[in-house]
Nanobody, 128 residues
Framework: QVQLVESGGGLVQAGGSLRLSCAASGRTFSRYAMGWFRQAPGKEREFVAAMPWSGGRTSYADSVKGRFTISRDNAKNTLYLQMNSLKPEDTAIYYC?????????????????????WGQGTQVTVSS
């Protein structure tokens, strides 16, 4: 059974930091691209960041560039999102996802439709 479990969300003041984790189990995700998406109330799910199976070409939404950093520890089958200088508009449920079509590939996608495994999400709330 494939499972992705996010953690690390919470309530933080504007300007603060949070580190999200996504623990993967049930499959060797170390060979696949992974990403973070978020969904705010009343809005569509949007791309945040993604990275290929092994470091290298990370991709970020313009709204988070320079503030968020995606990373992974393949030995632990865990994906991370370090979020600094948080803003109220970053408030959303954050989801991690796996793109199993990109096995050992250096490319990543910003399209949610290309990701086929999803976690249940973790709430991030940034107060002003």
């Amino acid at each position: 059974q494939v499972q992705l479990v996010e953690s690390g969300g919470g309530l933080v003041q504007a300007g603060g930091s949070l580190r999200l984790s996504c623990a993967a189990s049930g499959r060797t995700f170390s060979r696949y691209a992974m990403g973070w998406f978020r969904q705010a109330p009343g809005k569509e799910r949007e791309f945040v960041a993604a990275m290929p199976w092994s470091g290298g070409r990370t991709s970020y939404a313009d709204s988070v560039k320079g503030r968020f950093t995606i990373s992974r520890d393949n030995a632990k089958n865990t994906l991370y999102l370090q979020m600094n200088s948080l803003k109220p508009e970053d408030t959303a449920i954050y989801y991690c996802a796996v793109d199993s079509s990109r096995r050992l590939s250096w490319s990543v996608s910003a399209s949610a439709s290309e990701y086929d495994y999803w976690g249940q999400g973790t709430q991030v709330t940034v107060s002003s």
